[in-house]
């Protein structure tokens, strides 16, 4: 049963006119909660539909488009997994959340990777039911508002991400990219591991550029390059006077990032209190900045997370907390090094060279051919730092990898 408690504020100010347009779906055969619940969101002016069985949830799935949906994990005749599945399967834009009085980490999982938006365990208050539903409203309001400009940047960035990186025909790296599209429509956390270079955050580009929240902000931020007060205060903000330096109130990357995606680069780098803090925005949305002793925003992120080292080792190592990975590896992403995928050495070096040719020569000036010899040669490398396909200009070794680049084309 529902804990029905004092109505609070919505904190993402959803406005009167945008509820009602809202249309959430109910789905539970305990009828006191489900009942609780339509009460409580009705009040705050949203469109409810209530279902009682999970034969008729499924019917009603197929046939009505609902913009969220709450659906008990464990319905008496039906799974609500099926009843996740069929959703998705109909409208896959539907925020379905997963309500369990019995919640277990394979099962939560197991819905994530479904599709599912959050899950939320029973019993819950009013206040929490609030919070998630200002946040599933939030998404919704993102995806309408920005369905058109998502396809444009679709074709825009993504297909400018795809040619400029996504090279290779190994089965290892087109698995890798194959689960990255499978999951970049849903709000899933993805955690993307691999070495440095083999590419790690133009993965998280692509799931970025292919999701709902296109139209909003990638904010990537590397927890291995602040020391610990600075990634906190870059993070979740600070108040004015919060520490020496803190002239004025200042917003972290997390309310930078709502709507869109934050990407968390060398996740294994930060420091557990951070991670704790971190942890209370993944389960609530709530952000308090540095210094604040009060709520100051609630956001709805969606988090890509990075690391080059093996996080089941960080977490028996106690340097990453186990509930924080639980949260942020619901679909994992392995990267292999380039060593390990020599087929597409030629691929990759015949991409750089015509892209440097192109770069440095006259239009129409035909484009020299790598020998056979030359590419056994770079199969042949150990390739430890995977430099192969990295040449951005963002880094030190980016940037030498250019500059190698342009030097072998100027040979020709």
């Not at 019917?59 to 913009?67: H, L, Q, S, V």
């Not at 990777?113 to 939030?138: E, Q």
């Not at 109130?249 to 420091?271: R, V, W």
Request: charged content about 25%; overall charge positive; some cysteine.
């Amino acid at each position: 049963m529902i804990e029905v408690s004092d109505a609070t504020r919505d904190p993402l100010a959803i406005p009167a006119e945008v509820k009602a347009s809202i249309r959430i779906a109910i789905i539970d055969d305990e009828r006191t909660l489900r009942e609780s619940c339509a009460t409580v969101l009705q009040a705050d002016g949203y469109n409810v539909t209530t279902i009682g069985r999970g034969e008729e949830a499924l019917d009603t799935m197929r046939r009505r488009k609902f913009d969220i949906v709450l659906v008990d994990l464990y319905m008496s005749n039906v799974s609500g997994l099926d009843i996740l599945k069929t959703t998705l399967e109909a409208h896959k834009d539907t925020i379905v959340v997963v309500m369990t009085g019995n919640p277990s980490v394979t099962s939560s999982i197991e819905a994530l990777r479904m599709g599912a938006w959050d899950y939320l365990p029973k019993p819950f208050s009013a206040t929490h039911l609030h919070v998630l539903i200002g946040r599933a409203s939030h998404a919704v309001m993102v995806s309408r508002e920005t369905r058109e400009l998502r396809a444009q940047l679709q074709q825009q960035v993504g297909t400018a991400v795809e040619k400029s990186a996504l090279i290779g025909i190994s089965p290892a790296f087109r698995k890798a990219v194959e689960l990255a599209r499978k999951v970049a429509p849903t709000d899933a956390s993805v955690l993307i591991s691999g070495e440095s270079g083999t590419g790690k955050e133009v993965i998280a580009q692509l799931i970025h550029h292919s999701s709902r929240r296109a139209a909003r902000a990638l904010v990537p931020l590397n927890c291995a390059a602040l020391p610990e007060q600075l990634l906190e205060s870059e993070m979740f903000g600070h108040r004015k006077g919060s520490f020496t330096g803190a002239d004025r109130d200042k917003p972290g990357l997390l309310e930078i990032a709502n709507g869109g995606t934050l990407f968390l680069d060398e996740l294994t780098e930060m420091s557990l209190p951070i991670q704790a803090k971190l942890l209370r925005v993944l389960q609530d949305g709530v952000v308090r900045r540095v210094g604040s002793e009060q709520q100051d925003a609630v956001v709805d992120v969606r988090f890509i997370s990075a690391t080059n080292r093996d996080p089941a080792e960080c977490v028996a190592k106690g340097t990453l907390r186990e509930d924080l990975l639980y949260r942020l590896r619901v679909v994992p992403i392995k990267l292999p090094p380039l060593r390990k995928r020599l087929e597409d050495v030629p691929l990759l070096a015949n991409h750089f060279l015509t892209h440097f040719w192109e770069r440095h020569r006259q239009p129409g000036e035909p484009t020299p051919r790598i020998t056979d010899a030359a590419i056994d040669f770079l199969r042949s490398r150990p390739w430890r730092s995977n430099s192969i396909q990295r040449w951005d200009n963002t880094s030190t070794r980016g940037r030498r990898m250019r500059h190698g680049w342009e030097r072998a084309v100027n040979l020709f």
